[in-house]
């Protein structure tokens, strides 16, 4: 979606993975880092099939809803590689959830912030949607926002493109579906998303080179 209808806008709703930073970027620095200390490491080669397949199992059940998905996530681990489910946690709580937050900030994508601002000028509110846990990647990221939804939260527990966490957003915040936007990076399951709870969206095309998603919406906002 191009034409935002800024006059009508109450509430932006952001992924974040992909959308508020450059996740290749980040990914290389992961890489190294990962390289680096399981090179000295090599007798813990187990804790790399760990995090293969936590990424890979939930890659899986896109649109995969229980009663709970944060105990689910890591069961599905559990049954993929033999070590206990202690280890399974800690391993990635530390490399998936921890580590990466230090290279947010440099991997933030241009405007970021000043988008954030033009929002909070116009008394537009923000939240936050992903499907993965994000307090402390904003607070890395030195982002604030209105709310922060997860769709392992208890009260969503249902991956993209189940609409759940969006509409309990905008219920929440007492907002209309049309006086919203939903910005994410993956049309498939963001973009569906959006479109199963009627709320606008707004696709971050990571093909543009320059990365100037958000100099170009403040831009659009300012003027409007």
Known sequence: MENINWGELELVIFDVDGTLYDQKKLRKKMMLALFLHYLMRPWRYKELLILYHFRQEREKRHGYQSDDLQTEQYLWVLSKVNVSLSRIKRVIDYWIFNYPNKYLKTCKYPGLEQFFEELKKKNIRTAIYSDYE??????????????????????????????????????KLKIKNSNCLFIGDRKELDGECAARASIPFFLINKNNTDKLYYNRLSDQLRNR
């Open 134 to 171: 994000s307090e402390q990647k904003l607070k890395s990221m030195n982002i604030a926002v209105d709310l922060i939804v997860s769709s392992t939260d208890i009260y969503v527990n249902a991956f993209k493109p189940i609409p759940i966490g969006l509409n309990y957003i905008i219920t």
